[in-house]
C-alpha cells in the first residue's frame, strides 16, 4: 500500500529556505501513471496548491509562488522535495505531500499525515 | 483568489441530503475532485471523475456536474459527515496545475 511521510524542519527563520522531504514508500516514484504534489494549508485557511513534478524531472508551480518554490525528484532515494525561499511568516502552514494518479483523472488519492511548519524568528 | 468558489458553510438535518457546489470556468472542461477533510487529519478522496468513488468511501457520496458547477451530494448525512469539503480541479488554463476550492464547512444538526 503506497504510503508517503513528510519530513523536515518545523521551524524556520524569515528570509530563509523552508526545505521538506516526501518519501514514497510501497510504491515507486517512477510510476508513470503518478505526479508527486505539495499542499499547504494555513492555520485556520483552506488548502493550497503548490506545485508537481513527474519522475522525469518535469515539473509545474502555481503562478503565485512560482518565483520561490522549487519541487525535485529523488528517483534514487524515492523521494521528492520542496523548497520554499525568502519565506515569511504568510509561509506558516500544514505542508501535504500527495500523489496525483493519472488513473483517476489526476484526484490526489494518497496523501501525507502533514507536517507543521512555523516561520518565526 | 481560487478560481474555484465555494459556499463557506452549508447544514444539514442528521439523515437528510446535501448538496455541496463549486463553481469554475475550468469545470466546463474537467472534472472535480472532492475531499472530505476533518480537525487535525489530512483531506479524504472522496469523489473523482465523473462519479467515482474511492474504495471505503460509503455511497451515500456522490457527485455531479453540469457547466461551470461541480456538485457533492450526500444522501443520508451522517454525524460523521461533519467536516470541511474541498473541490479540487485542472486550471482553467488546461495545463498541469490544479486549484482548490475555499473549501465548505458542513455541519450535521
Known amino acids: 500500500q503506497l504510503q508517503l511521510q513528510e519530513s523536515g524542519p518545523g521551524l524556520v527563520k524569515p528570509s530563509e529556505t523552508l526545505s521538506l522531504t516526501c518519501t514514497v514508500s510501497?510504491?515507486?516514484?517512477?510510476?508513470?501513471?503518478?505526479?508527486w504534489v505539495w499542499i499547504r494549508q494555513p492555520p485556520g485557511k483552506g488548502l493550497e496548491w503548490i506545485g508537481s513534478?513527474?519522475?522525469?524531472?518535469?515539473?509545474y508551480y502555481t503562478p503565485s509562488l512560482k518565483s520561490r518554490v522549487t519541487v525535485s525528484v529523488d528517483t534514487s532515494r524515492n523521494q521528492f522535495s520542496l523548497k520554499v525561499s525568502s519565506v515569511t511568516a504568510a509561509d506558516t502552514a500544514v505542508y501535504y505531500c500527495?500523489?496525483?494518479?493519472?488513473?483517476?483523472?489526476?484526484?490526489?488519492?494518497?496523501w501525507g499525515q502533514g507536517t507543521t511548519v512555523i516561520v518565526s524568528s | 483568489s481560487s478560481e474555484l468558489t465555494q459556499d463557506p458553510a452549508v447544514s444539514v438535518a442528521l439523515g437528510q441530503t446535501v448538496r455541496i457546489t463549486c463553481q469554475g470556468d475550468g469545470l466546463r472542461n474537467y472534472y472535480a475532485s472532492w475531499f472530505q477533510q476533518k480537525p487535525g487529519q489530512a483531506p479524504l478522496l472522496v469523489i473523482y471523475g465523473k462519479n467515482n468513488r474511492p474504495s471505503g468511501i460509503p455511497d451515500r457520496f456522490s457527485g455531479s456536474s453540469s457547466g461551470n458547477t461541480a456538485s457533492l451530494t450526500i444522501t443520508g448525512a451522517q454525524a460523521d459527515d461533519e467536516a470541511d469539503y474541498y473541490c479540487?480541479?485542472?486550471?482553467?488554463?488546461?495545463?498541469?496545475?490544479?486549484?482548490f476550492g475555499g473549501g465548505t464547512k458542513l455541519t450535521v444538526l
Open positions: 479540487n480541479s485542472r486550471d482553467s488554463s488546461g495545463n498541469f496545475l490544479r486549484v
Open positions: 513534478t513527474y519522475y522525469s524531472g518535469s515539473t
Open positions: 500527495a500523489r496525483e494518479d493519472v488513473g483517476k483523472m489526476g484526484a490526489m488519492d494518497v
Open positions: 510501497g510504491g515507486s516514484i517512477s510510476s508513470t501513471n503518478s505526479y
